[in-house]
């Protein structure tokens, strides 16, 4: 019975913790982004750039360069994909998204560089960057039928338009621009503009018995609940219930339970912007540059929101719940059994089987990845810990591009966009290519030599190559063949 509770309490102490931490800045915005998307972007402006028929040398790159620029969560960029995959792209480019955007994008680099090396962040981008493209035109190759099938499915009706309206553009870039100003941490961003202490003598009381209900080791990278994340997770509450209301039937009007719910999730990301910190005899409020920042982008999403058609702005929330209801869920079922799997799983496990850089150390590493996900930015020092205690770079470098995809709240909720067949073909690519990535830096850095590790990876580029595009060369692909 204690061990049961032992696996319980760690699922929800995990998933507080996440909720308190994580969802709101990136994934609420990441949510409306993806409905922005779906229901607003003509179908020819993502195919053009993004679609199976675009040329690979131009799909494949504009996927990666979109990733580079989005410093998200794996759970963050599913609904993104699930936006633009929805709207037309091919497989192909989706996936190389997908793969590239956590683990390849610009702050995760330049983190990873400060933390473990200039050495292990230069592996790091131009292995994603190389097998993220690979992983992508081999799903093409694999899936070519699913794929022409469903780029005959997707949106038919936006196929003879070409441009987004303006008011659509604007909406869509205030809501990136949201999605900046709550993630990046940069100055003035993380300023501090003025602090006011509120009389509130209960708020160091309440934030001991959070740490006493959560209870962290943060050397583990793990995370507790603080009172600013328990009036966060009270809001989250209060904007499902209300949304359920508000958006369900919003194709038929809105009602005053839609307005409740935006204005409560607007509330939600200014106050998840703002600092809120127990201090002796009251609580401390900080209005930061992020506040400001996400203020005024929300002002510019409700001043473009406002110029859209009834049909447009309704589709559009409609479509952005539709995710909700389809990744959320998978998402919190993901991130309560990861938490109940990390009460068995010992980090010095870890360190004694992927000491050296073996087959059997970068499984175990790719493994790793899967039940010891970690957010966007925490795997680095987490990883600096587990360097520091005898982990072989190798292991650690599969490790670090199999955590940000193949963690499993990311697999259910791929599944739920591409189908379990689908989602199995990428994650074992991941997981294949992981442990490729792994042992070609591991074999560098105990002393192979480097041209034959370029040789290497120059007959793979080729192989991938030469084979989409002979698959490219036997012509137009009818769907119902």
């Known amino acids: 019975m204690d061990w049961m509770l032992k696996l319980l309490h760690g699922g929800a102490g995990s998933l507080a913790s996440y909720l308190a931490a994580h969802v709101l800045l990136c994934l609420l915005p990441a949510f409306f982004i993806a409905g922005a998307m779906a229901a607003l972007i003509p179908k020819a402006s993502i195919t053009r750039w993004l679609g199976r028929t675009t040329p690979a040398y131009v799909s494949y790159p504009a996927a990666a360069l979109a990733g580079s620029l989005i410093a998200v969560c794996s759970c963050t960029i599913v609904p993104l994909f699930a936006g633009i995959y929805r709207k037309g792209a091919g497989i192909g480019p989706a996936v190389t998204f997908l793969f590239f955007a956590p683990a390849g994008n610009v702050m995760a680099l330049a983190y990873t560089g400060s933390i473990l090396g200039p050495e292990f962040a230069m592996a790091r981008v131009v292995l994603c960057l190389l097998f993220g493209i690979g992983i992508g035109l081999l799903m093409s190759l694999i899936f070519w039928r699913d794929d022409a099938t469903h780029d005959a499915e997707t949106?038919?009706?936006?196929?003879?338009?070409?441009?987004?309206?303006?008011?659509?553009?604007?909406?869509?870039?205030?809501?990136?621009?949201?999605?900046?100003?709550?993630?990046?941490?940069?100055?003035?961003?993380?300023?501090?503009?003025?602090?006011?202490?509120?009389?509130?003598?209960?708020a160091q009381a309440w934030q001991d018995t959070l740490f006493a209900w959560v209870p962290f080791d943060a050397a583990k990278g793990e995370e507790g609940v603080s009172l600013q994340g328990s009036v966060l997770i009270a809001l989250l509450i209060m904007i499902a219930t209300t949304a359920w209301k508000g958006m369900e039937n919003i194709m038929d009007g809105a009602n005053r339970w839609t307005w409740v719910a935006i204005g409560l999730a607007a509330t939600t990301l200014l106050v998840a912007a703002a600092r809120l910190t127990p201090v002796p005899g009251g609580l401390e409020f900080a209005l930061t540059g992020r506040v400001l920042g996400v203020g005024l982008t929300l002002w510019a999403v409700w001043h473009f929101a406002r110029q859209l058609p009834a049909d447009d702005w309704q589709a559009w929330l409609?479509?952005?719940?539709?995710?909700?209801?389809?990744?959320?869920?998978?998402?919190?079922?993901?991130?309560?059994?990861?938490?109940?799997?990390?009460?068995l799983i010992r980090p010095e496990w870890?360190?004694?089987?992927?000491?050296?850089?073996?087959?059997?150390?970068?499984?175990?590493?790719?493994?790793?990845?899967?039940?010891?996900?970690f957010?966007?930015?925490?795997?680095?020092?987490?990883?600096?810990?587990?360097?520091?205690?005898?982990?072989?770079?190798?292991?650690?470098?599969?490790?670090?591009?199999?955590?940000?995809?193949?963690?499993?709240?990311?697999?259910?909720?791929?599944?739920?966009?591409?189908?379990?067949?689908?989602?199995?073909?990428?994650?074992?690519?991941?997981?294949?290519?992981?442990?490729?990535?792994?042992?070609?830096?591991?074999?560098?850095?105990?002393?192979?030599?480097?041209?034959?590790?370029?040789?290497?990876?120059?007959?793979?580029?080729f192989v991938v190559a030469a084979s989409y595009f002979w698959s490219r060369a036997r012509g137009p692909i009818n769907p119902q063949a």
């Open 155 to 202: 949106d038919d009706a936006f196929a003879d338009q070409a441009q987004i309206a303006p008011a659509a553009l604007g909406v869509l870039l205030s809501l990136v621009a949201l999605l900046i100003a709550g993630t990046l941490k940069l100055w003035p961003l993380t300023s501090t503009v003025g602090t006011v202490t509120l009389p509130l003598s209960w």
């Open 318 to 343: 409609w479509e952005a719940w539709r995710f909700v209801k389809q990744i959320f869920v998978l998402l919190i079922v993901g991130v309560f059994i990861v938490g109940m799997v990390r009460q």
């Open 350 to 373: 870890i360190e004694a089987v992927a000491g050296s850089n073996t087959v059997q150390a970068n499984a175990v590493a790719v493994g790793f990845g899967v039940f010891m996900y």
């Open 375 to 461: 957010p966007t930015l925490v795997e680095v020092p987490v990883a600096r810990m587990f360097l520091d205690l005898g982990m072989h770079p190798g292991p650690l470098l599969a490790y670090l591009m199999a955590d940000p995809e193949l963690s499993l709240q990311s697999m259910l909720m791929v599944a739920a966009v591409i189908g379990r067949t689908k989602t199995a073909g990428y994650v074992s690519l991941v997981a294949l290519f992981s442990m490729c990535a792994g042992f070609i830096y591991g074999s560098w850095i105990d002393g192979a030599i480097l041209q034959s590790i370029a040789m290497a990876l120059g007959l793979f580029s």
